[in-house]
């Protein structure tokens, strides 16, 4: 096996799985044929082998590559359109896509590069004409791009330099000259001079200058003036005399040392009487050059058949000089003659004195005679040909026959020397059996009829030529997808805009002719736009067709599709962006409506009880919320005025603290309004429940003295006890001699909230004889009977008021207990076993409590 395969490739002994060793490149090999050798363990192994093909697909890892093989750094400003300057090779070593080239000249200049006859070269002409006085040189930057995906290029800059050729004539400063001069100036010095320029350069620029003298009397004075040639300086050689001479006039004239003589305009001004004077100059030719012929030597072939009075045309003698200098008259001169051919010397004379001449020698041969021309099989030659035609197609084949015998009657087939270069780039003709072929693609878009001048010519000494013209029709097939280009294009637009609103124009082109070139174009899904052609063919208005909303969707990505109706229809997409832009079109929404917030009572003033959010489906300022609390000004909702706002977030501050005995709830409004201009706004009605807390302790009525704490201890726990539901206190045992002659009693009493609260009251109990006891009773009621008559009375009056509202209290606390949940309720029936001193009493039995010991006291004073 080939060692550069080992080095490339591996194979695993086991699985028999193939892999890449090496780095593959697929311009050293593009395919290996590996032969694979499976064998078994055998004491005498036997082998099988198997060819694996492995193609390598190329990819675009080369650039191309430019060279420029044959360059003409200088070009004359006077080259014609067409003229080639260089040619350029362009090489891509990769293959397919990845290895076909585009060329092209970087920047918008007067040259272009065309693709010649062979592969990858292109030639760089000249497309409009030059001026080096208006650029003397290009720095031509030729990009050289492949086809593959990633795209690969190169450039290479060249510099072509425009030289110049003498076509500006000398141009004067000034036209006329004015000049004032003293009388009785010094002879030989100059009295004042002219100027003149020239936009071209070197030679061409060199000026020369003199003095046009006549011969007239009144003239005498020039001969008196001379001009420095080179400066334009004029020297008189005599002192000038006003008396004798007021004013004069001349001509100066200034000759372009590559050109002809120039024309000038002068004037003269006479002093006392003051006279003007305008003269024309005209730059008068010298003989200065003589006649030259284009090439010194000159080759007739003319038939020995030849009628007197034959005329052949030769290139005429040129003489740099004009007018009379130039060429007068031609001498024809025989130097020798031959049997078989003539020696001539052809003189070309000026008509300058001394007479100067020029000369060229002819050479004469007489040849047997060829007195037929070929002829063309048919009068007219037309044929169609379908554009992209494969190159060597046949196009038409011409026959054209000679009279004549031997080489005189043989035909050679050629094109006629007056045809376009670009004919010879596309089409060929066979010399020996006059074969039209296809050289070159066709393309209908750039020209689609060819006349072609077909020259057939015998094989004489003294050829002689028939010329035929050929048309070839080009037949456009639809090769050419349309093309999409977006003139004018409003990325964004309002979603407010009205139906029939612009968006883009659009203009379609498609280079093809007939059906092929008519192109529609439409959009591949359906969207609130559609396609309106316009005045202008081919031209298309992007409008919309319906209303649009950025809430439901804020941007189209749009797919123009544009076909032609040719066979096969061919076409082209564009995808364009239109961003919906927004409009204030939306009001804030709340999220809830109404809102309901429950708050404990005593809250923390300054702290955030609640808050509340909306939203706005625009966007940006038209989307920015602000909130603020409606303030009405009635008295029920002076809460408000304790209530603020944050206007960027929606929370609202409690600036008091709320009491549930005081107020339970209250309700107000909250307005969200957007940035938008105009501004959209919208309210939302909040209802806030304040929730009781365990806040107040337990008040108890009766002993009015003893509320609050009570300092001291109860004298014995085991002589008195409190029934903790009524609050009746008695005695647990009788009293001894031994017991304290007074007792005091600290009563607490408690709620049930989570966080219990209490009050206290202190009783004293003071003992008595018995005897004692009803003494000071008898005693008081003695004194007293009168007003204890009055205190039964209003006693009586007090205890009916009091069981009344004991009876009122019970229905309304039974109505309470009913409208709390049974999680309320079920907080006061759990007790906690106390001592017969402390007690957890619910509010029924406080104020049971509060009516015994107020009914006890009652009856113990009575």
Same mark, same amino acid.
């Given at each position: 096996?080939?060692?550069?395969?080992?080095?490339?490739?591996?194979?695993?002994?086991?699985?028999?799985?193939?892999?890449?060793?090496?780095?593959?490149?697929?311009?050293?090999?593009?395919?290996?044929?590996?032969?694979?050798?499976?064998?078994?363990?055998?004491?005498?192994?036997?082998?099988?082998?198997?060819?694996?093909?492995?193609?390598?697909?190329?990819?675009?890892?080369?650039?191309?590559?430019?060279?420029?093989?044959?360059?003409?750094?200088?070009?004359?400003?006077?080259?014609?359109?067409?003229?080639?300057?260089?040619?350029?090779?362009?090489?891509?070593?990769?293959?397919?896509?990845?290895?076909?080239?585009?060329?092209?000249?970087?920047?918008?200049?007067?040259?272009?590069?065309?693709?010649?006859?062979?592969?990858?070269?292109?030639?760089?002409?000249?497309?409009?004409?030059?001026?080096?006085?208006?650029?003397?040189?290009?720095?031509?930057?030729?990009?050289?791009?492949?086809?593959?995906?990633?795209?690969?290029?190169?450039?290479?800059?060249?510099?072509?330099?425009?030289?110049?050729?003498?076509?500006?004539?000398?141009?004067?400063?000034?036209?006329?000259?004015?000049?004032?001069?003293?009388?009785?100036?010094?002879?030989?010095?100059?009295?004042?001079?002219?100027?003149?320029?020239?936009?071209?350069?070197?030679?061409?620029?060199?000026?020369?200058?003199?003095?046009?003298?006549?011969?007239?009397?009144?003239?005498?004075?020039?001969?008196?003036?001379?001009?420095?040639?080179?400066?334009?300086?004029?020297?008189?050689?005599?002192?000038?005399?006003?008396?004798?001479?007021?004013?004069?006039?001349?001509?100066?004239?200034?000759?372009?040392?590559?050109?002809?003589?120039?024309?000038?305009?002068?004037?003269?001004?006479?002093?006392?009487?003051?006279?003007?004077?305008?003269?024309?100059?005209?730059?008068?030719?010298?003989?200065?050059?003589?006649?030259?012929?284009?090439?010194?030597?000159?080759?007739?072939?003319?038939?020995?058949?030849?009628?007197?009075?034959?005329?052949?045309?030769?290139?005429?003698?040129?003489?740099?000089?004009?007018?009379?200098?130039?060429?007068?008259?031609?001498?024809?001169?025989?130097?020798?003659?031959?049997?078989?051919?003539?020696?001539?010397?052809?003189?070309?004379?000026?008509?300058?004195?001394?007479?100067?001449?020029?000369?060229?020698?002819?050479?004469?041969?007489?040849?047997?005679?060829?007195?037929?021309?070929?002829?063309?099989?048919?009068?007219?030659?037309?044929?169609?040909?379908?554009?992209?035609?494969?190159?060597?197609?046949?196009?038409?084949?011409?026959?054209?026959?000679?009279?004549?015998?031997?080489?005189?009657?043989?035909?050679?087939?050629?094109?006629?020397?007056?045809?376009?270069?670009?004919?010879?780039?596309?089409?060929?003709?066979?010399?020996?059996?006059?074969?039209?072929?296809?050289?070159?693609?066709?393309?209908?878009?750039?020209?689609?009829?060819?006349?072609?001048?077909?020259?057939?010519?015998?094989?004489?000494?003294?050829?002689?030529?028939?010329?035929?013209?050929?048309?070839?029709?080009?037949?456009?097939?639809?090769?050419?997808?349309?093309?999409?280009?977006?003139?004018?294009?409003?990325?964004?637009?309002?979603?407010?805009?009205?139906?029939?609103?612009?968006?883009?124009?659009?203009?379609?082109?498609?280079?093809?002719?007939?059906?092929?070139?008519?192109?529609?174009?439409?959009?591949?899904?359906?969207?609130?736009?559609?396609?309106?052609?316009?005045?202008?063919?081919?031209?298309?208005?992007?409008?919309?067709?319906?209303?649009?909303?950025?809430?439901?969707?804020?941007?189209?990505?749009?797919?123009?599709?544009?076909? /032609? @109706? &040719? +066979? $096969?229809? %061919? #076409?082209?997409?564009? !995808?364009? *962006?239109?961003?919906?832009?927004?409009? =204030?079109?939306?009001?804030?929404?709340?999220?809830?409506?109404?809102?309901?917030?429950?708050?404990?009572?005593?809250?923390?003033?300054?702290?955030?009880?609640?808050?509340?959010?909306?939203?706005?489906?625009?966007?940006?300022?038209?989307?920015?919320?602000?909130?603020?609390?409606?303030?009405?000004?009635?008295?029920?909702?002076?809460?408000?005025?304790?209530?603020?706002?944050?206007?960027?977030?929606?929370?609202?501050?409690?600036?008091?603290?709320?009491?549930?005995?005081?107020?339970?709830?209250?309700?107000?409004?909250?307005?969200?309004? /957007? @940035? &938008? +201009? $105009?501004? %959209? #706004?919208?309210?939302? !009605?909040? *209802?806030?429940?304040?929730?009781?807390? =365990?806040?107040?302790?337990?008040?108890?009525?009766?002993?009015?003295?003893?509320?609050?704490?009570?300092?001291?201890?109860?004298?014995?726990?085991?002589?008195?006890?409190?029934?903790?539901?009524?609050?009746?206190?008695?005695?647990?045992?009788?009293?001894?001699?031994?017991?304290?002659?007074?007792?005091?009693?600290?009563?607490?009493?408690?709620?049930?909230?989570?966080?219990?609260?209490?009050?206290?009251?202190?009783?004293?109990?003071?003992?008595?004889?018995?005897?004692?006891?009803?003494?000071?009773?008898?005693?008081?009621?003695?004194?007293?009977?009168?007003?204890?008559?009055?205190?039964?009375?209003?006693?009586?009056?007090?205890?009916?008021?009091?069981?009344?509202?004991?009876?009122?209290?019970?229905?309304?606390?039974?109505?309470?207990?009913?409208?709390?949940?049974?999680?309320?309720?079920?907080?006061?029936?759990?007790?906690?076993?106390?001592?017969?001193?402390?007690?957890?009493?619910?509010?029924?039995?406080?104020?049971?409590?509060?009516?015994?010991?107020?009914?006890?006291?009652?009856?113990?004073?009575?």
């Amino acid at each position: 096996m080939n060692q550069n395969i080992l080095n490339v490739f591996d194979i695993n002994s086991i699985t028999g799985e193939v892999t890449v060793k090496g780095v593959i490149d697929y311009e050293t090999n593009d395919e290996y044929e590996i032969e694979i050798q499976a064998s078994d363990k055998g004491l005498a192994p036997l082998t099988t082998e198997k060819s694996v093909i492995i193609k390598i697909v190329d990819v675009n890892d080369n650039a191309p590559e430019i060279e420029v093989t044959s360059f003409s750094r200088s070009i004359p400003e006077d080259s014609r359109p067409g003229t080639t300057v260089a040619l350029i090779s362009v090489k891509d070593v990769d293959s397919g896509l990845n290895g076909k080239v585009i060329c092209y000249v970087s920047d918008d200049v007067t040259f272009t590069l065309t693709a010649t006859l062979k592969d990858k070269m292109f030639s760089l002409t000249t497309k409009s004409p030059l001026d080096r006085e208006r650029r003397s040189q290009y720095d031509l930057t030729i990009i050289a791009k492949d086809s593959g995906t990633p795209q690969l290029s190169s450039e290479k800059t060249i510099n072509v330099v425009v030289s110049d050729v003498n076509d500006n004539k000398p141009e004067f400063s000034l036209s006329p000259y004015t000049f004032y001069v003293n009388e009785g100036n010094n002879p030989g010095a100059s009295v004042f001079s002219v100027t003149a320029s020239d936009c071209d350069e070197n030679d061409n620029a060199r000026i020369l200058y003199h003095v046009k003298r006549e011969s007239e009397d009144n003239n005498f004075i020039l001969s008196f003036l001379n001009i420095n040639s080179e400066t334009g300086d004029i020297v008189s050689l005599k002192s000038l005399d006003f008396e004798n001479l007021k004013t004069f006039q001349f001509q100066v004239i200034v000759l372009c040392t590559q050109s002809s003589s120039c024309v000038i305009n002068l004037k003269t001004v006479l002093e006392n009487p003051l006279e003007v004077h305008y003269v024309e100059v005209e730059v008068l030719d010298i003989n200065d050059h003589s006649p030259t012929f284009p090439e010194e030597d000159n080759t007739l072939e003319i038939s020995e058949s030849v009628l007197p009075g034959a005329r052949f045309q030769l290139k005429p003698a040129q003489d740099l000089d004009s007018g009379q200098f130039s060429v007068q008259q031609y001498k024809l001169t025989l130097d020798r003659e031959t049997a078989g051919s003539h020696s001539l010397t052809l003189t070309a004379l000026d008509g300058g004195k001394p007479q100067k001449a020029g000369n060229t020698r002819i050479q004469v041969k007489v040849l047997d005679i060829n007195d037929n021309a070929p002829t063309f099989s048919k009068d007219v030659y037309s044929v169609t040909l379908t554009e992209n035609a494969p190159i060597g197609t046949t196009v038409i084949q011409v026959n054209a026959t000679d009279l004549d015998e031997g080489p005189n009657g043989q035909v050679v087939y050629s094109f006629g020397k007056s045809i376009n270069k670009d004919i010879l780039n596309i089409f060929q003709i066979s010399p020996s059996t006059g074969l039209i072929m296809v050289k070159n693609l066709l393309d209908y878009e750039k020209t689609d009829e060819y006349e072609i001048e077909i020259q057939a010519s015998d094989r004489g000494l003294a050829p002689l030529t028939t010329e035929k013209s050929v048309i070839i029709k080009i037949v456009d097939i639809n090769d050419n997808a349309p093309e999409i280009k977006v003139t004018s294009f409003s990325s964004s637009i309002p979603e407010d805009s009205k139906p029939g609103t612009t968006v883009a124009l659009i203009n379609v082109n498609d280079l093809d002719s007939g059906l092929n070139g008519e192109v529609i174009c439409n959009f591949n899904t359906d969207v609130p736009f559609t396609l309106l052609p316009s005045l202008k063919d081919k031209m298309f208005s992007l409008v919309t067709k319906s209303p649009l909303d950025r809430e439901r969707e804020s941007q189209y990505d749009l797919t123009i599709i544009a076909k /032609d @109706s &040719g +066979t $096969p229809q %061919l #076409s082209t997409e564009k !995808t364009i *962006n239109v961003v919906v832009s927004d409009v =204030n079109d939306n009001k804030p929404e709340f999220s809830l409506s109404p809102y309901t917030f429950y708050v404990n009572e005593g809250n923390n003033p300054g702290a955030p009880v609640f808050s509340v959010t909306a939203s706005d489906r625009d966007e940006n300022d038209n989307a920015r919320i602000s909130y603020h609390v409606n303030r009405d000004s009635g008295d029920d909702n002076k809460l408000i005025s304790f209530l603020n706002m944050n206007s960027e977030t929606g929370t609202i501050v409690a600036l008091k603290s709320f009491d549930f005995e005081t107020v339970k709830t209250f309700q107000f409004q909250v307005v969200a309004t /957007d @940035s &938008g +201009t $105009p501004s %959209l #706004s919208n309210n939302v !009605t909040v *209802n806030v429940f304040i929730l009781d807390q =365990n806040d107040n302790a337990p008040v108890i009525l009766y002993p009015l003295s003893s509320n609050g704490s009570a300092e001291g201890e109860v004298t014995d726990h085991s002589l008195f006890g409190l029934d903790r539901y009524t609050g009746q206190i008695r005695t647990l045992r009788s009293f001894t001699e031994t017991d304290e002659a007074e007792h005091k009693l600290v009563i607490l009493v408690k709620d049930n909230g989570n966080v219990s609260l209490s009050a206290t009251a202190t009783v004293i109990v003071k003992l008595v004889e018995p005897k004692e006891a009803f003494a000071a009773s008898d005693v008081k009621s003695g004194v007293r009977e009168d007003e204890d008559n009055n205190v039964t009375f209003y006693l009586m009056i007090t205890l009916g008021s009091v069981s009344v509202l004991f009876l009122i209290s019970i229905i309304v606390l039974i109505a309470m207990q009913c409208s709390k949940s049974t999680d309320y309720t079920s907080k006061y029936l759990q007790e906690t076993n106390y001592d017969g001193t402390l007690i957890k009493m619910e509010p029924l039995r406080q104020l049971l409590f509060q009516l015994f010991l107020f009914c006890n006291l009652s009856r113990t004073q009575t």
